[in-house]
């Protein structure tokens, strides 16, 4: 008997293999990180790069539930980064883990070219559009994720085949105030994004990528919407133009 044998009921040897070569980039280690990472982690992907720059505090507890054990115990704060690559060890020492304490930007993306795929478990807007440009310039898929109360939206973009995320998103503001977090939806989210990551690695071909999903948990509603690439776009557009 194998770790992964009941999930080589849905992935043949060949898929299994790809998802273990494979190094998938984390950008945030809140909620939705830890969700993905740890999903990722158990599925027996080959690597992980993390990074963030913050240490966990009380109010992260509804729902970036591996830090509960440090900020309760009262130990020294270390950084959600340092905590999360050794919990990804803790439960399956055959993932690679590099890990960054520091922001996401022009400085320190560079260490994510290793990565086949990026992935945003972010809060803030301005970083995920920069993470955007990030995917756009390097090609590499990235898979977009989000939460504010009973709501999660998910996306994948494919550079060169999808709208990006400014396409979709356009060149929104950083709200005043973080949004809402139930911690349950937050796991929803990262659920998602997730199951995007293995279905990307292991060669799965999906037509709703480029298609932004809204989850509304409150009443069961799922709306898709089907963006266009925008020709216009500061980010991807030029591309159009080759
Ligand atoms: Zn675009």
Redesign the pocket.
């Known amino acids: 008997m194998g770790r992964y044998d009941r999930q080589l009921l849905e992935f043949t040897d060949e898929e299994q293999g790809r998802i273990r070569r494979a190094r998938v980039g984390i950008v945030g280690c809140g909620g939705l990180g830890s969700y993905v990472v740890t999903s990722l982690a158990v599925a027996g992907i080959g690597g992980l790069t993390i990074i963030d720059p913050d240490v966990p505090d009380i109010t992260n507890l509804n729902r970036q539930f591996i830090y509960c054990r440090h900020v309760l115990s009262g130990e020294t704060p270390r950084p959600k980064a340092e905590l999360m690559a050794e919990w990804i060890r803790s439960i399956n020492p055959d993932v690679s883990v590099d890990y960054h304490v520091g922001r996401f930007d022009a400085e320190t993306c560079g260490l994510f070219d290793g990565c086949d795929i990026m992935v945003d478990c972010l809060d803030s807007i301005s970083s995920r559009q920069f993470l955007n440009e990030y995917s756009v310039r390097t090609g590499k898929p990235m898979v977009h994720g989000g939460i504010s109360g009973f709501t999660a939206e998910m996306c994948t973009v494919v550079p060169g085949q999808t709208?990006?995320l400014?396409?979709i998103l356009g060149d929104m503001p950083d709200s005043a105030k973080p949004p809402a977090s139930i911690g349950s939806v937050v796991m929803f989210a990262g659920s998602l994004e997730a199951t995007e990551v293995l279905k990307l690695v292991a060669g799965r071909p999906d037509d709703s990528r480029g298609t932004f999903f809204s989850y509304d948990l409150s009443n069961g509603r799922v709306t898709p919407v089907r963006f266009k690439?925008?020709p216009a776009?500061p980010?991807?557009?030029h591309a159009l133009k080759r």
């Open positions: 709208p990006c400014r396409c690439r925008d776009c980010v991807c557009g």
